[in-house]
């Protein structure tokens, strides 16, 4: 393919894929003094996020939102502090102990990808990331002094140097599939189905309930403005 090289095409790491683990692994490097670009194959507004998501931050991820910038957003209005409460064939099982906001790992959040993914594009492009949406990458190749990508995105070709190239961008992976990596996949002949809904109270102490049967799995998050 034909590409344009722009004075400002060098990055130390460039990060393919815009979504939580893109723009997070963003923000850490950018945070280290990083010149950092990320490449999203989607054109991206700012209500765009994931739809099918759970949106329940398990305990021990909690604490990360402070380091990408991101405390806001265990705040009453953007998320719901829950614990997960499990019913199994073989009884119940209750995560223990009450809700410390001091020390956030110490319970869950129930935070949707509406309000997660914006936020984090916008901590990203706050610490100096380049987004740029739209964009895919269309070759990958590695030399001595690090690597050269072709991307394609709205405005044409542009080719890009980085030092480092980071693959963020899912299962089937575009980059992966450019390097020549052996695809793996693992069936789970399932099906799942989400729904928002109004008028049901949440258990006591806004507890996220899973249910367990056999192959079967059926879950209740209370969401923020009365929803779940």
């Not at 490097?29 to 099918?52: N, W």
């Not at 939102?65 to 719901?80: D, I, T």
């Not at 119940?92 to 790992?105: K, S």
Request: aromatic residues 8%; contains cysteine; neutral net charge.
């Amino acid at each position: 393919m034909s590409t344009q090289k722009y004075d400002d095409s060098l990055v130390d790491v460039a990060v393919v894929g815009g979504s939580i683990a893109g723009c997070a692994t963003a923000i850490r490097f950018s945070q280290l003094g990083y010149r950092v670009a990320v490449f999203e194959k989607k054109p991206v507004t700012e209500r765009s996020y994931k739809k099918l998501c759970t949106h329940f931050v398990q305990p021990h991820a909690v604490p990360l939102l402070n380091g990408l910038g991101l405390a806001h957003l265990r705040e009453p209005g953007n998320s719901v502090p829950t614990k997960a409460v499990f019913v199994t064939p073989g009884g119940v099982i209750e995560a223990p102990g009450g809700y410390d906001p001091e020390q956030p790992q110490s319970y869950a959040l129930n935070l949707e990808r509406r309000v997660l993914d914006p936020a984090l594009r916008d901590a990203a492009r706050r610490r100096g990331v380049q987004y740029f949406d739209g964009t895919g990458v269309e070759g990958a190749e590695e030399d001595g002094e690090g690597w050269t990508l072709d991307t394609l995105g709205e405005a044409g070709p542009r080719r890009f140097r980085a030092r480092l190239v980071v693959a963020a961008d899912g299962r089937r992976s575009r980059l992966a599939t450019l390097l020549g990596n052996r695809a793996e996949e693992h069936p789970n002949e399932r099906v799942a189905l989400f729904g928002y809904f109004t008028g049901i109270e949440p258990p006591e102490g806004n507890r996220s309930v899973f249910i367990m049967n056999d192959r079967d799995l059926a879950c209740s998050y209370p969401l923020v403005d009365g929803r779940t």
